[in-house]
């Protein structure tokens, strides 16, 4: 079974750009949920969605938005980037996002934002 | 606000010497403690998951624990392979957010 796959898996961006992250979950698993990745702050929860609807959110700014489409695979965005936003993002899947389900990762994007 | 620690931050052995990393939390109403493994450049890789204190589940030379407060993760005769950021997330409540700790890095010397 194939894993979790997410493109691009590297980006460079300047400030004030925007940019779309994807993320392709493993086959017949419904929820997705995105997570942040810095050295200083270490993994943050950003969104989870399932069934095309965001169940869940973390504590982002609003530039930070996300959807989910009919075959599950997600989209995240980030508007109007900032220095800080230079990061891993990564993409995890479950079966239906349940709180006792294993989330499996992907490689991660890592976008360097100059 | 859940709250996850993971310590010591980094950690040497040399082959074969065992150790525990430790994982302290505080949740309400903990559903779930989740081991990871996450080697350079890749993403979480998943190791164990423990439902209730006093739940023990082993996978070759790692074996995870659980009490109320903590886990621990015993590596038991280490081999270079096992070198690798070790990271600790809890699940509370009814939804699936993973909250981590800033993770462990273990290095193991041949």
């Known amino acids: 079974k194939a894993g979790v796959t997410q493109t691009p898996r590297y980006l460079i961006k300047t400030r004030g750009q925007q940019v779309t992250l994807s993320c392709s979950p493993i086959?017949?698993?419904?929820?997705v949920s995105w997570y942040q990745q810095t050295p200083g702050q270490g993994l943050q929860f950003l969104f989870e969605?399932?069934?095309?609807?965001?169940?869940n959110k973390g504590n982002f700014p609003g530039r930070f938005s996300g959807r989910q489409f009919s075959n599950s695979r997600s989209e995240m965005n980030v508007s109007t980037l900032e220095l800080g936003d230079s990061a891993l993002y990564l993409c995890?899947?479950?079966?239906?996002?349940?709180?006792?389900?294993?989330?499996?990762f992907g490689p991660g994007t890592r976008l360097l934002v100059l | 606000e859940d709250q996850v620690t993971q310590s010591p931050e980094a950690l040497r052995l040399q082959e074969g010497e065992s150790s525990s990393l430790n994982c302290s939390y505080t949740?309400?109403?903990?559903?779930?403690l989740f081991w990871y493994r996450q080697d350079p450049g890749k993403g979480p890789e998943f190791l164990f998951t423990?439902?209730?204190a006093g739940e023990e589940k082993e996978k070759e030379r790692l074996k995870a624990t659980l009490t109320k407060k903590e886990s621990f993760l015993h590596i038991t005769a280490p081999k270079p392979e096992d070198s690798a950021t070790y990271l600790c997330?809890?699940?509370?409540?009814?939804?699936?957010?993973?909250?981590f700790g800033k993770g462990i890095t273990l290095s193991v010397r041949p």
């Open positions: 969605y399932f069934s095309e609807t965001q169940r």
């Open positions: 423990l439902y209730s």
């Open positions: 949740v309400s109403g903990l559903r779930g």
């Open positions: 086959s017949g698993h419904r929820s």
């Open positions: 997330a809890v699940v509370s409540g009814a939804n699936s957010k993973l909250t």
């Open positions: 995890a899947s479950s079966l239906d996002g349940g709180a006792q389900e294993t989330q499996y």
